[in-house]
């Protein structure tokens, strides 16, 4: 994609749109409201118009009709790994090393257990302060669950939207057991070098574990390239599964025959339907599943995946690196007069798909936003509003129209009678 000197302006956002080769796929979704602004799709995507066919195949003619004998006839059975597979495209995985199955949460518990099983000699975990608060209670409990051998070192950032990549490598030494970080970052959107940290991680003797949550389906990584150990996401954000969407883990092919995963779910066995009461471990990435596959929301997800792979996370990538841009510039121009700042990183490389910007009002600017004037962005304590923006479907027209009404919202000082942010109190 050329480069591009950005100006204010619908006129301008429209000129955009005209360019952008990915424009059609925003018609391949349902968008019930046209004038609402939806800048979400980094917490929850957009329904895809060929899940609404699919789920209604799967619920008349599979479930309705097949019944029981969909899990072979229908491909119900397969589907964690087809559907982990075709992720594994988006990742940069070769078949066989996903399966998409239970939530983040509990994936990250699987990968997390098993790193640790896995060095048995080490007592640290490193992440940092960004990280999201499932990994980092995950981490705990699983410290808690090894007798508190070990301690978790969560890497300090100065500025509140960068980490200092030389901060990560002085705390990864050789007492380290698994680093672990989400890429990108879930508040600023900072992007790690997932490469360099992970080679950093391997020559001291360390596992890494990346929740991509934030990255997949918008932001390229090479799994199997990087050589990365373990990585889990879910699937509701830019894979545009549903809300809580079956999530995904990887786990790299040299460790397969090494690691088991901490649930011995009947799905986990070489041959479950045997009903065998002695455990033997499936060979390959079967042994990270867990019980059955939730099918109905398993269905869901598949559409949007092959939009994804139709669409290329090269052409994906651009798009978003273009629309995060955009953002970077408006609000510089429009909004920063206002009292608003960039909360993400200038630097393209270093940021993932979404951009927060920043004001001390924010919460209530926010409230403001929703309610009155039809744009959805998630608040993200204490400053910060994040601008989601899915390179599938949102338009540089919508991008221009969030941030004049973010503007429209202070200048008209309509935020004014909404509450001051507090805390929940538990
Ligand atoms: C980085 C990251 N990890 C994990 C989660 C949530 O995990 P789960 O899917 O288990 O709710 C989120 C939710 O937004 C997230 O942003």
Partial sequence: MKKITFQPGR??????????ELASYRDAFVIAEPDVIYLDGNSLGRLPKRTVERMQTVISQEWGQKLILGWREAGWLDAPKRLGDKIGRLLGAVPGQIVAIDS????????????????????????DVFNFPTDVYVFQGCMRLFGNRHTLHLVPSSDGITIDQQMVFDAIDERIALVSFSHPAFKSCFAYDVEAITRRAHEAGALVLWDLSHAVGAVPVELDLWGVDFAAGCSYKYLNGGPGAPAWLYVRKGLHDKVLSPIWGWFTHRAPFLFDLEYDPAEGISRFLCGTPPMLSMSALEPSLDLLLEAGLPRLRAKSVRQTS??????????????????????????GAHVLVCHSAAYRINCALVEELSAVADFRPPNGIRLGLSPLYTSFEEIWEAVDRLRRVVVEERYVKYPVYSQPAN
């Fill in 104 to 127: 983040t949460s509990v994936n990250l518990f699987k990968c997390t257990m098993a790193a640790l099983i896995l060095r048995p000699d080490r007592t640290r975990i490193v992440s």
């Fill in 11 to 20: 006129e301008f956002a429209l000129q955009l749109d005209a360019e952008d």
């Fill in 326 to 351: 955009y953002v970077v510039y408006l609000i510089d121009k429009v909004l920063a007069p206002l009292g608003f700042w960039v909360g993400s990183p200038r630097d393209p490389a270093r940021r």
